[in-house]
């Protein structure tokens, strides 16, 4: 069946440095891929998302990368502030229906 | 506010009861998703229905139902609890030309 996998798990930067989360997805025909942070005790909420005919997105400090070849999408955060803590979710649509979620990365920034 | 609405917000119940939790799509949504949070866990994707149909399932277990009422709210069915049922369960909408979902604030239901 479908499966997102994600990594880390856990990933703890020092305030100012970046930080990336990779993800990997199994149904080839996939074609939108949302990312959300969760904060603690919060709802998940959408960052930024990029479908597949597009190889990067940028968002200010937060970037995408998309490599369809190889089913992998990250999540690239730059010049990271104590704010960024959370846990991140990558996720694949195929076509407006279920979105299947990774397991989540729990980044913590240390200032 | 996200414009989607779950309640109760917290639910605490014995085990072999019964639950019903409800949520309220964004004005204009017509798909809902429900998804199940376990302490440290991922989004558990379980059930979606559009517009009052039932559009794709997840791993939803057989003690667990759903539906979406023509005023197109939802409400999430847990039957014969157990303390492993204990989660957060999210409820998120999706309309047109929207992108990703909008998620409610969920429910923690605690068995004991």
């Known amino acids: 069946g479908e499966n997102v996998e994600q990594h880390p798990s856990t990933l703890s930067v020092q305030e100012g440095d970046s930080a990336v989360i990779k993800c990997t997805y199994s149904?080839?025909?996939?074609?939108?891929f949302p990312w959300y942070k969760q904060e603690l005790g919060k709802r998940p909420q959408l960052i930024i998302d990029i479908r597949s005919n597009v190889g990067e997105k940028k968002d200010q400090r937060i970037a995408v990368t998309l490599n369809k070849t190889a089913k992998h999408f990250s999540l690239h955060i730059t010049e990271t502030q104590p704010e960024d803590s959370a846990v991140y979710f990558c996720a694949a649509n195929t076509g407006g229906f279920k979105t299947i979620f990774g397991a989540g990365t729990r980044l913590f920034v240390k200032a | 506010d996200s414009g989607v609405t779950q309640t109760p917000k917290h639910l605490i119940t014995a085990t072999g009861q019964r639950v019903t939790l409800r949520c309220s799509p964004r004005?204009?949504?017509?798909?809902v998703y429900w998804y199940q949070q376990s302490l440290d866990q991922g989004l558990q994707f379980l059930i979606q229905y559009y517009n009052g149909e039932e559009r794709a399932k997840g791993n939803i277990l057989e003690r667990f139902s759903a539906q979406q009422f023509p005023d197109l709210h939802s409400e999430l069915n847990l039957s014969s609890l157990e303390l492993g049922d204990s989660a957060l369960y999210f409820c998120a909408s999706s309309g047109p030309g929207q992108r990703g979902y909008t998620f409610g604030s969920g429910t923690r239901l605690t068995v004991v």
């Open positions: 149904d080839s025909a996939s074609n939108y």
């Open positions: 004005s204009g949504d017509l798909s």
